[in-house]
């Protein structure tokens, strides 16, 4: 089980009332984690925490929370996943404000999205930085203990009563309350408002195999879209990794704006067809497996071509099937009672029987064929300890008298 640590603190409004709150995630209960040390961990960290049922306990029902964005986390895609009416992606004042950043930056502004810079210490340098994204900011938070008086003064000249809003950040003091809120902020933030708490979030996950075939399931029993949708979202890593397949696809030039889009543009056929590469490639630890997904996919592909047009679709599927006792420690069986396929696949899987019998068959002698070519050809170069492994594990008894 692994503990997911969350620095929340309040925002407040003129009128004293919780605005928001920002979130901040940790390493521990005393370092900070940036967001983009690691890419696939940070989606894992975001989806485990604040995308699930952990949300409305971290927020309550209503709130929305500032989370702090840098170059990685806006061109990556892993915020594609965030909810934009729960939101504020507060943009980092160390961003390296590069083409494609602000145009992702607008990007996500016109899908919705709510903007904010962090640490505005309101001088001449971060005014001429961040002027090109004035017209997509709502909310800029004044760094009160590090902008100089009068820098800050010009600042609140220019945006005061205006559409971007202003926030007094580092408040640390009755008198400083009273003074900022003199000048005219909207929000405030500091320690003498609200002290950090930290939360402690458990996140212990059931199987990976097992949650991508209970997703295939719900495809196989064509549950809705917003079904389908819920149970995504709460899985951090098919989440991430699935908009990445998407924004990655040649054929698929538009942006993200929620896992719905992803599943309706996509087609139930080929996402399931993905959940299936992705069982292989992502999900399994096996050292073999990018090429057990090669054959699988080969297999899958000529069952499907030797296949009637009605079935298709399954003999695809019960080729990629075929394969994933070979990649997981999980007994074949416990796998195919997880997913409750089509009675023609398990068949096929469990006791190589059914109408795709045959097909199996001739793609496996093919294969059988090829890999004896190859172990001929690189039979020098095998360890001892190898060939064991696959002749036992292929039921072939070796008679050490006969080695001497």
Do not use: C
Request: hydrophobic fraction near 40%; aromatic fraction near 10%.
């Amino acid at each position: 089980m692994n503990n997911i640590y969350i620095s929340k603190q309040k925002i407040f409004n003129a009128k004293k009332a919780a605005f928001a709150y920002e979130l901040v995630f940790r390493d521990d209960e005393h370092r900070t984690t940036p967001l983009s040390n690691n890419v696939k961990g940070t989606s894992k960290l975001i989806m485990s925490s604040i995308t699930s049922a952990e949300l409305d306990k971290l927020l309550g029902r209503k709130s929305m929370a500032f989370i702090n964005v840098d170059e990685t986390t806006l061109t990556k895609g892993i915020l594609d996943v965030l909810d934009k009416d729960r939101f504020i992606l507060n943009i980092l004042e160390d961003i390296k404000l590069t083409e494609q950043v602000i145009s992702r930056i607008v990007g996500y502004r016109k899908r919705g999205f709510r903007l904010s810079i962090e640490h505005f210490d309101s001088s001449a340098k971060m005014i001429v930085k961040f002027k090109r994204l004035f017209n997509y900011i709502d909310i800029i938070k004044m760094d009160v203990l590090i902008s100089e008086p009068e820098n800050l003064e010009k600042v609140m000249n220019k945006f005061k009563g205006g559409r971007i809003k202003l926030l007094a950040q580092n408040i640390e003091s009755k008198a400083d309350l009273l003074k900022y809120f003199d000048m005219g902020f909207d929000y405030f933030q500091g320690y003498y408002l609200d002290k950090p708490e930290i939360i402690v979030i458990s996140s212990s996950k059931e199987p990976a195999q097992f949650v991508i075939l209970h997703l295939i399931k719900l495809l196989k029993q064509n549950e809705s879209t917003e079904k389908l949708e819920n149970f995504i979202k709460q899985q951090a890593d098919l989440s991430f990794k699935l908009i990445q397949f998407f924004n990655n696809s040649r054929s698929m030039d538009v942006k993200v704006e929620s896992i719905t889009q992803v599943i309706t543009l996509m087609g139930r056929d080929k996402l399931q067809r993905w959940l299936m590469v992705y069982l292989y490639s992502e999900v399994s630890t096996n050292p073999a497996s990018q090429t057990l997904l090669e054959l699988a996919t080969k297999r899958a592909e000529q069952m499907e071509l030797e296949a009637s047009f009605e079935h298709k679709d399954k003999a695809y599927l019960a080729g990629m099937f075929s394969m994933l006792s070979s990649i997981f420690e999980t007994n074949i069986k416990e796998l195919m009672q997880a997913v409750n396929m089509d009675r023609d696949i398990t068949t096929l899987i469990l006791e190589k029987k059914g109408i795709f019998a045959g097909s199996l068959m001739r793609a496996e002698a093919a294969e059988k064929v090829y890999l004896k070519k190859v172990m001929i050809a690189n039979f020098e170069k095998l360890s001892t300890k190898d060939l064991i492994y696959t002749l036992e594990d292929g039921g072939v008894n070796i008679d050490k008298d006969d080695i001497f």
